[in-house]
Structure formats: C-alpha cells, structure tokens
C-alpha cells in the first residue's frame, strides 16, 4: 500500500487537503509540513515505534503531526485536552511516551504531566520556529499491519485503555464509509469534534486515503459550522446530538444548501425528536454507531434510509459483520442484546492489556459492551452502553429511552439518566435535566409528562434541574459524573 | 468478507441490482435468481473449484450465472462470443471446463466446440425451464484469495492465456475505482462492453460490491445508449473509442444531461481528436488505461483532470503502483518505456502456465509489455502497444501516432497502421484507412497531410483503403488481422 499522503501529494498535490484557521494547505504543502515535522521529530530523537503523544487543540498543525508520525513509524497517541496533568501523566507513562507535543493552551498541564511520567514536553510552537533538521524522507509504503496510533477509549465506563489501530483499521473504515455514504469528488469533510478522538482522527485518514480536504475548526462553534456549510463547500460534518440540536437552534428557519449531503451523527443513541425535526426540516442525518475500538463507524444509516428507518444506525459497514448475543447465543430479530462486531477495521487489541485484550476479543469478536436490536431488515438500533443499564425491580430501563421522552418535552433542553441504589427495588431512576432558557418548568410538571408517555417503572423517582450536563469532549453525556453531584432539587 | 451479493439482498433487498431488457431485478431478486442456477448446475454435477464456461451474450442470465458460479464456489469462465468453435474448444480443453453454458444464439458452436473438448453444453434457455434443484445455500462469506473467473486474454499478440482473476482482485479493483472517480449512492453503470471482457465483468463486480444497479445493454447500439442516458438515469457508462465516436454521432448536437458523470474510455490510446471534441461539446470523458491481468483499471484520469490532461490515462488506481522501463532499469519522466505494474488487483497468474506466469510477473512486478511515459506530474500516457511496435531505418514508430494524425483528417471514418517489412529500411508504415461515407479521399492527399505532420519515416509508404477495420468484440482493433488481408489500394 502506497504511503497515503505521499501518494496524494504526487496525483493531486495541487489540490487542498486542509483548510484551517492556521493554515490552508495543499497535498504538496502538507507532505512538506508532514515531512519537516518528522524532521523536527527525529531530532528529538522519535525513532521506528516510539509513541508519540499530541496534547493539542484541533489545528492544521496537528494535522501534520499526524503524518509526520507515520512517515517516521512512530505511533501517534492524541491525547484528551480535557484530562488533568495526573490523568495525563498516567496516559504517558502507560504507552511510554517518548515525547509529548503540546500547544500554548496546555502548557502548564504538559509540564505537570510530563514531569511525573518521565517523559519530555516540547511546545509545538517554539519547535515551529526551529529550523527543519534532516530527515528520513517519507516512506513509499506503509504496511496495513502496522499501529498508527493509540487512542484511549474515553473512559466513561472504567480504567482508561489505549486501544491500538492500525492502518488496515482506517483503510477499512474509509473504504466501509465510501461504500455507504458514497464519495464525491467534490466532497469536504468538516472536523468539528476533537481530533484526538477517533471520530475526529478519521476524518483525517479518510482525507488522505480519499484524496479530498479536510476541513478543521479549532473547537465546535454552531454559527461557525452552519457558515462553512454555507460558505465554505462544507459537504458532510460529523457531530454528536448536542451539537447538532445547537447548529439547528443557531440556524434558525434558514434550510441547508443542496450541497450538505450527510450530517453524520454518532455519540451515542439520539433523542427521537432531534432526528424528526431533521426529517421535517430537509436535513440530510445519518445516525452511525461507532467505537473506537473500530476506527470509528461500525453501522450507519444509509442517506436513503434516513427517513425509512428513522432513529436507526443502519446496516454494519460493507467489511464488517455484527451479531446480537444474549446469554444463551444469538438473538432474533426484535430482541436486546450485546452488540459483537468483527472485521477489519476493528483494533488488535489494548496496549500492555492482554487481559482487558482477551476479555473484549472473544472468537474473533469484538464484544462492546452496548446493547442493541436489529429489526426484521436487519437494521441496527443501539439501545444503551450496557455499563448504564439500570435495573429496577427486576425490570430492564434503559437510560436513552427515558432521556428521549424527557427532550421530547419542549421545555427542557437537555437530560441524562442514571439508576440511584433503593431499598426496595434495587435502582430507582434518577434524571438531571437542563431547562430551556426562560423556562419556569417544575419537576412535577414533568414527571406527570413522563407519566403519561413510560411504563411505571420507567418514570424518574427524582429529578435534579441542573445549569449543564457532564460530557466528554466528544459530547458524550459522562452518566458517571452525574452520581457524583449533589442535587439541586430533588422528588419526591 | 461477506458474500458481496449476499450482504446487499440484506443491507438493501429491495433496491435495482440488475437493469437489462430481459429482466429488472432487484439485490433480492439477483439473489434467489443466482441462488436458482447455482441450484441448477449443482444438479449438473458442477462442484468447488470446477470451471464453469460460459458463452453468452450480454443478459440479465449472465448476471445471474456470475454469481451462481460465486454461490458454488466454481470458476467461471466467459468466453468471447466471436470465437471460432475449434477456438472455443480449444479453451476449453485449455482450462477443463466442466460444462459449458450457452445462449440460443451460440447453440450450434457450443456443440461442435464441445464435441471437441469433452465437456458438456447445456442451453440457458431450456435449463430455465427446468425445476429448480435443492442446492447449497449461498455462502456467507467469500475468501478474497480464491479465484472467481478465468478470462482468456484477446489474442491480439499470441496464443490465448487463461488470466487468473480472484476476488481481491476485483475488490481492490472496485476501491480503487471508487477512490478514484467517487461513488455516488444513485449511480447506475451502464454495462454495453460485452460482459465475457473484463471491462464488462467489473462492472458487475463493481454493483455487487457498491450495492448499486448494473444497466446492461444487450448489445452496443449507440441510439440506445444515448436514451439510456436520457431516460433510464446511466451515470457511468465503459466505452472504447470507436463506440463512443459513434455515439456522438448519433447523437448531434444535443448535449448529454448533467447526470451523466462520467464515460470512461478504455481500449487503448484515444484519438486526440476525439478527446479534444468530448471537451469541446462536454461529454465527461474519463481515459483509463486496464488490462485483463489487472481486473480492468490500472490508471484512470480523474474527472477534474480531463481537461488538464487531455490524452493522459491519468494516475494509477491508489493500490496501484506503476513504472516505466527501459532496457538499463527506470527511466525519468517523459521517457517511453515499458509499463510495469504492481499492487492486489494483479492477477496471481495464467491457468496452467508457468513459464508464462513467470515472465509477465517478474520481482513482484507484471511486465504488461505495454509502452507509455509518465509526465512531470506522474501522469500515464499509453504510447502503444509493444508487440505493435515499427522499427523503421533503426526509429521507433508507435502506430497510435500514426492513427491519430490520420484520425485527425476530417474525411477519416477510421484508421489502423502495421509496420511492413522492407528490405531498405527493415519495416515502413503502413496504413489501412476508412473513409467517411460520401468522400473522394485519394492516399496522395492524405499522404500529404501526413506529411505537414509528421517526420518523415513516420509517414506511412502504404495506403489502403477498407470498409471497416478489423477489431475484437472489445472493439480493441485486431492489428495483426490487417497484416492477413490484400490492399484494396497501395501507394507508392
């Protein structure tokens, strides 16, 4: 397999591959980027399989050090800037990190860290002003075997792990995603989300695979992101519910243009209403479940079915096969289970984590812990993250049942639901909810809304009226946080 | 790998797989259809790995025999309609076809071929009037390793070989084409290339493994290939020059609809003329340079580059890797060579030939025994084909320069140039020219206008005048078949 940019620089190196605040580059330009930061990087002394950690904002900068990791062998681990130095410092220690790039905005944090894990910081700013030492060209080939980088999974459920994927995993992935969402050659990808997760790192695989440009905001801004749909030739954006609820809120009555062809919406199951108002609205959602255990989409809904199956996640991408399994084996049609995945594009595994490695990848398969259906079509519909599962007198409630019924309500802007300890039923359900701005709505009031719409068991024993939710930086809701709060207001 | 017909009757049953005057079909449909025949030569003893022969022309049957072949875990093997049966016979013994399947058309030579080789014939048209046997369901899944057709290579410059084609083959084949001119989810790819060339059987591998609809043409008809372009919504349509130099004609002055995306041209170098008129009128000509041992593309000019690089075959597929050499290793830009090919859409080799396997695969590499150059840029022109090549008083003359000067005369319907041995100067040119209908051309007007083009020793010594040039139902012109024939006309 060719070197992907490389290749990229010599068929269309006139071509824009990144277009950023920080920088507009071409392939040509950006191979010369990716190959004076491998330069800068050598130096530093990164050699074949050094680990690599990126602690930086979204940039054009981090875009090049992407690439110039692979042109040295090195292994890319971008970390989360919303960790601690301590949480940081265990990450780098962890994978072993040679060194650590980090940009103004995380400094402090990277000394902090990097002081405690042995490990050394450099600001990629001051190195920019380096001049670019020799270098190993970039290679020819890569190998599809071989890690590109090591992303740890977001930790809302446990210990964090740093999940390897190679580029086998992202060749797939790409090419699973071409196959179902089409590519034009006019397409232009919009990062929005985080680079240094997988939903945001793939973006820049499929760039270079793909030979088309990549569009990076430095953080998710909603006028922003509906005026690069506008202004910029902005073809799909890929974001999380939140994000999209505040692009649509932002736009007001205005439709998209023609040209947006798929807002490719993962994070997690997402609220009923939110994927209605699209319908009716003309905007081009397609829900995808994805991990980064699988370089990113596993399913996802074609733009054809958007409106047919309404709040699916679609069939499984073209290389990859899924099961629903239930203690006893496979499931039918209908009936909830764990949701197993196999293919290409799914990880070798956890680094320095045979235990956690074995545990996940069972058969060959991968078992991810979220629970889901497929229908009579074999359509996908992810229920819930297993971990959140609540159980209440022997029933099942799954959290993003209830958080769908509490957005209904027009009220309330935002909700998350977790199970509280009880006495007499083992959980009870709790729901922390977000008001809309004015809005005078009492716990009481909603709970009659809930009445009316859930099974009793289902209804929130206690809501909590909250100013935000806690979500990671890729929008997921951190169920987790919410048991660590004390509550505003409370039911009964 | 899923069984690619397999997963899309799943991931979209109910959606147009095959488009043909003898059948619309939908991925459901193909499927049971495909499920029905494997069923049926499963009773005619056909088992794994046995070669199924199959001499048909272009229908909606054919489709279904593909992937019957698939679904047994059989080898086809499409052989060329115009064949002569001892010819048909001979590749049959050559590859040990179990049985041969025909059309109504191709009774009597599939009988008399048979005869010869030992294998049974069987007509499609009464084995469809049979029950369907109970057979082995579909497989689920497809190893890419293993061999899915036998193509005979055309025979233009030898004996006929038996190209070995596996799944891979065609998967990376079909990625790279994807990547390459993108992949719109309403594409429809015409198929009126006759589908026993590899041309004809990508496009069909190319629908299974995209989940789009195949539009197939019995037969090339210029007119109606323009109303399938109109009305039946063709995005893509495979052509050579010749057809495509007819369609224009049929169809005058009015342009072709924006839907039509792209025509991609293969069989050999273009007359420039002819590119240069698509660019004038419009017409989203794409040239691509395939071959049989490649599973049909090898470089394809991208859309956006047409213009740019009018005449070029564009860059090779990104899985691809190509050279150009010469006697003393690679050469620099803008020299011709040989064209070397490497990368897994390669064919692993010829059916029982060894020595032949291993003089075109060579260090990795297919010695396709084509010549072309690369530009600065890395952009491919195909020069001509070797076995074609005139050495005349010690110069190199490439017949496909010859034929585009001549081409370029308005009163030239079409033209073929051979070199012809000559005891002063080894080889000279000679040219078999077709006028347009109507005209009074005479060689010494013609030789004139070759003249005020061309250097001297490439001016052709000999013109004759024909009615039609000899050409291979790929319409690939049959240079050797011009060597057989007596001039109509000579000069001097």
Chains 1, 2 share one sequence.
């Not at 902005?234 to 649509?248: A, D, Q, Y």
């Not at 956690?356 to 009579?376: C, F, K, Q």
């Amino acid at each position: 397999m060719p070197f992907w940019l490389g290749r990229q620089a010599a068929a269309r190196g006139d071509q824009w591959a990144v277009l950023a605040a920080g920088g507009r580059w071409t392939f040509a330009d950006l191979a010369r980027e990716a190959g004076a930061w491998a330069g800068r990087l050598h130096a530093l002394g990164v050699a074949p399989g050094d680990r690599v950690a990126v602690l930086m904002g979204n940039s054009a900068g981090f875009v090049a050090l992407v690439h110039a990791c692979s042109g040295l062998d090195a292994i890319l681990v971008p970390l989360n800037i919303r960790l601690s130095p301590a949480e940081i410092g265990w990450q780098l220690a962890d994978c072993g990190a040679r060194v650590l790039i980090h940009d103004g905005d995380r400094a402090a944090a990277a000394q902090h860290a990097t002081a405690e894990a042995g490990c050394r910081a450099y600001s990629v700013d001051a190195l920019a002003q380096t001049a670019v030492p020799a270098a190993p060209a970039l290679p020819a080939a890569i190998d599809l075997q071989q890690v590109q980088a090591v992303i740890y999974t977001s930790g809302t459920t446990g210990q964090p792990k740093g999940a390897l994927l190679t580029y086998g995993n992202h060749w797939w992935s790409a090419m699973g995603s071409a196959l179902n969402l089409g590519t034009h050659t006019t397409d232009r990808w919009l990062a929005c989300l985080p680079l240094f997760h997988v939903g945001g790192l793939a973006i820049l695989m499929r760039s270079v695979i793909y030979g088309l440009p990549v569009v990076v905001h430095e953080s998710f801004d909603p006028a922003a992101v509906n005026a690069a749909i506008d202004a910029d030739g902005v073809t799909i954006v890929s974001v999380v519910s939140t994000m999209l609820r505040r692009m649509l809120d932002a736009r007001g009555g205005t439709p998209y243009p023609a040209s947006l062809r798929a807002v490719l919406l993962g994070g997690g199951p997402a609220p009923r209403p939110l994927l209605e108002e699209c319908a009716a609205r003309g905007v081009p959602v397609v829900q995808t479940y994805g991990l980064t255990e699988a370089a990113s989409q596993v399913a996802t809904l074609a733009p054809a079915d958007a409106l047919r199956k309404l709040g699916s996640a679609g069939q499984p991408l073209l290389p990859t096969a899924l099961r629903i399994v239930g203690p006893a084996g496979d499931l039918p049609a209908g009936a909830v289970g764990e949701i197993l995945v196999q293919g290409p594009t799914i990880t070798p595994g956890y680094l320095g984590r045979p235990e956690a490695t074995a545990r996940a990848l069972r058969d060959g398969w991968l078992h991810t812990g979220d629970l889901g259906y497929r229908d009579a079509d074999g359509y996908l519909y992810v229920v819930d993250r297993r971990d959140d599962l609540i159980i209440s007198g022997g029933e099942n409630v799954y959290p993003a049942e209830v958080e769908a019924v509490l957005l209904a309500h027009p009220a309330v802007a935002d909700a998350g639901v977790i199970g509280i300890p009880d006495p007499q039923w083992g959980q009870v359900v709790q729901a922390a909810v977000v008001r809309q701005p004015g809005s005078t709505l009492t716990a009481e009031d909603l709970l009659s809304f809930c009445r009316a719409r859930l099974g009793r068991y289902k209804v929130p024993a206690a809501i909590r009226f909250m100013d935000t939710l806690p979500r990671n930086a890729a929008g997921k809701l951190l169920r987790r946080a919410l048991r660590t709060d004390s509550p505003e207001e409370a039911l009964p």
